[in-house]
């Protein structure tokens, strides 16, 4: 392992994987985090895509453990390869850097500050920059990481009732499922980052009730983390945008594109007018808190008019029955799309129930034309829905 070398790392999360992501940098290689989920072919594709000529599936020992590490790093230098999440298509590899690292870390920083007894709990996959950054931000500010080789409800909830955290980053799903745990405290948490996309109404109101200081934040592996949060006591007042975070530009195009600029932002994600375009639509107020309402890959159009998949899934969400909702267009030949829910259910209702919930909180082209009830939806390590899975 040496200068320019990527290297592929299988390693479950731990104190070798962590000493492997702090070490390999100052050896001149850049980290390659793979899902550890995939097939052997699909791995095999991310190497090959990544560049990456050497895997480290075990803790590194011996004379290989042995080397001298550089001093300083390079801001330019590639760290880390990571993969995004694939939501709308193929996971396409991207380059960080050193300075997008550390961009990053001193804007999470400056936002939910640090203190000496910061302990923070990672339960997020560590191939997925949500995880990754946990690391790489607790190392910079001398701080400590409680890391869990996956999510266990119960182990968590045991964690937060504890005490001992201080801070936590989350998907929707995760909060979720704490709930179904029967989370009833967690009196050292300070900031839960809740991130991975919409967050239903009736999760935010348990959590204000169980004053949890939940933080909803919007970021991508473009930018190395995240790049706008809502304040735990907005987040708890309804309030639904944030605000970007220091060293972050943001703006909204004509098309209501969110367009990000910073040095967080991948050097290679960035477009000829210097802004990376993010595929999320969006607008800020006059404030300048963002609100983020969608991919533009979720734009379902039926009949000439745009509905947003999100807007349907917050609808669908707010029955109390209702666990889970995807929505999706479907080809149709009188409408162009047919808007199409997926639900899964944690009690009895009915598609009519349903449908009718909608048109009270919709216009009427928005209200799902046909409504499937399912296990569960295909969501990834991250939490994030896999919309191309959904349909027939």
């Not at 690391?135 to 909830?157: E, I, P, Q, W, Y």
């Not at 169980?210 to 991508?220: C, E």
């Not at 889970?324 to 009690?347: K, L, M, Q």
Request: include cysteine.
């Amino acid at each position: 392992m040496g200068e320019g070398d990527r290297v592929a790392v299988t390693l479950p999360p731990s104190l070798a994987f962590a000493a492997l992501v702090h070490a390999a940098p100052r050896l001149g290689a850049a980290i390659v985090p793979l899902n550890t989920r995939l097939a052997k072919g699909e791995m095999r594709e991310q190497e090959s895509a990544s560049g990456a000529r050497l895997t480290v599936s075990e803790p590194l020992t011996g004379p290989q453990a042995d080397a001298e590490l550089r001093d300083g790093l390079d801001p330019r230098a590639v760290h880390t390869v990571l993969f995004t999440s694939g939501t709308t298509g193929r996971p396409k590899a991207v380059e960080l850097t050193v300075g997008n690292h550390a961009a990053s870390a001193r804007a999470s920083t400056a936002n939910l500050g640090t203190r000496e007894d910061d302990s923070w709990l990672c339960v997020l996959p560590l191939f997925h920059v949500g995880g990754l950054a946990i690391l790489l931000r607790s190392a910079m500010n001398a701080t400590t990481v409680v890391l869990h080789d996956g999510f266990d409800a119960d182990r968590v909830r045991d964690e937060l009732e504890g005490g001992g955290v201080t801070l936590a980053s989350l998907v929707a799903t995760m909060l979720h499922r704490l709930r179904g745990a029967n989370l009833s405290e967690a009196p050292g948490l300070r900031a839960i980052l809740l991130g991975g996309g919409p967050i239903p109404s009736a999760l935010l109101d348990w959590a204000r009730d169980l004053r949890l200081p939940v933080a909803p934040t919007y970021g991508m592996t473009e930018t190395a983390s995240q790049v706008a949060t809502i304040p735990p006591g907005e987040a708890l007042r309804g309030l639904r945008a944030g605000r970007a975070l220091e060293g972050v530009d943001l703006r909204v195009a004509d098309d209501g594109e969110i367009l990000v600029r910073g040095a967080m932002v991948a050097p290679g994600a960035v477009a000829a007018d210097g802004w990376l375009h993010t595929g999320d639509l969006g607008s800020l107020d006059g404030e300048g808190r963002l609100r983020v309402e969608g991919r533009r890959a979720e734009l379902i159009v039926t009949g000439g008019e745009n509905v947003m998949a999100a807007e349907v899934e917050q609808a669908l969400r707010s029955h109390p029955s209702v666990a889970d909702a995807g929505v999706v267009g479907i080809d149709d030949e009188e409408w162009g799309e047919r808007v199409v829910a997926y639900v899964v259910r944690e009690g009895e209702v009915s598609e009519l129930e349903l449908v009718e919930l909608c048109r009270a909180q919709l216009a009427s082209y928005k209200v799902p034309k046909g409504v499937h009830f399912v296990a569960e939806l295909p969501r990834n390590a991250a939490g994030k829905l896999v919309r191309a899975c959904l349909g027939p």
